[in-house]
């Protein structure tokens, strides 16, 4: 049924199943306390099993619905069995984000086989798990939203960010190839492009001031991202109020790749 838009009730999540990875810290921890916020019953899925817990136990003690467990994305077998868990208690999946990533900031030259395959491994097939994993719920039951993390760095780099980067381009054309395939059944895929956000995977950049204030000025608004200003628009992509949305990839950077320097010519 197409939600009617006079009110705000199709941003609500009322009643829907949501699986959160990454809910232990940063992005993740955000969403998953917004998706409750919205009235989603939510799974706080993380590799650090007492960061998951903690963050369920917070969003419980403010009135929402929570539990926690551990998922370590690399293990496709786990993932299948935590959200095969979540349908077998709550009859139904309507919700997947995956959140986690991890970089290893080094020149092409630098990089060791065993970087190679650790970011790999975790960014882009997790990933895979998790977006596999889901598919096979919500294709069954006709329904759902899944929201990959991708990032700016899928479209414009630097030094450094070479495997990263490919990690999250190749992210983007996941969704969008899930999206084609889940889509006549009722399902809905698509991707957060985030630009710099003050979490654990950026706190090198931030223990620099001189680099954290580089990225800062390279913002139309100056300034970093919080990981709550993330979570809007990922709820947002779940929700009803995107219903007509899928294959897409949101940008939520601050105007970084909008902008191509920050010159401003005399007289402006």
């Known amino acids: 049924m197409i939600p009617r838009m006079r009110d705000q009730a199709a941003f609500r999540l009322d009643d829907k199943v949501a699986a959160v990875v990454g809910a232990g810290s940063g992005i993740g921890e955000a969403v998953a306390e917004a998706c409750a916020r919205q009235g989603a019953r939510v799974a706080c899925l993380d590799a650090d099993e007492g960061r998951a817990r903690a963050v369920a136990d917070r969003i419980a003690s403010a009135g929402g619905a929570a539990e926690a467990a551990r998922l370590d994305l690399r293990d496709s077998k786990a993932v299948d069995a935590v959200l095969d868990g979540l349908r077998g208690r709550h009859g139904r999946l309507d919700i997947a984000i995956c959140t986690p990533s991890i970089n290893a900031r080094k020149t092409v030259l630098s990089y060791t086989d065993e970087e190679v395959d650790r970011v790999l491994t975790l960014n882009l097939k997790g990933s895979f798990n998790l977006l596999r994993a889901a598919g096979r719920i919500m294709t069954v039951q006709g329904s759902g939203a899944i929201v990959l993390f991708s990032s700016i760095r899928s479209v414009v780099v630097e030094p450094g960010q070479s495997v990263y980067a490919a990690t999250k381009a190749g992210i983007v054309q996941m969704a969008r ?58 709820v947002f992509l779940v929700s009803d109020a995107a219903s007509y949305v899928t294959g897409s990839v949101l940008f939520v950077d601050g105007g970084w790749t909008a902008v191509d320097g920050r010159y401003t010519p005399p007289g402006m």
Do not use: C, H, M
Request: glycine share 8%.
């Open 177 to 234: 190839a899930a999206a084609a395939e889940f889509g006549p059944r009722g399902v809905r895929v698509n991707a957060i492009a985030p630009g710099v956000v003050d979490t654990p995977l950026t706190a090198p950049v931030k223990a620099n001031k001189q680099w954290y204030d580089a990225y800062a000025a390279k913002s139309i608004l100056g300034r970093w991202a919080r990981p709550e200003e993330i979570a809007g628009p990922t």
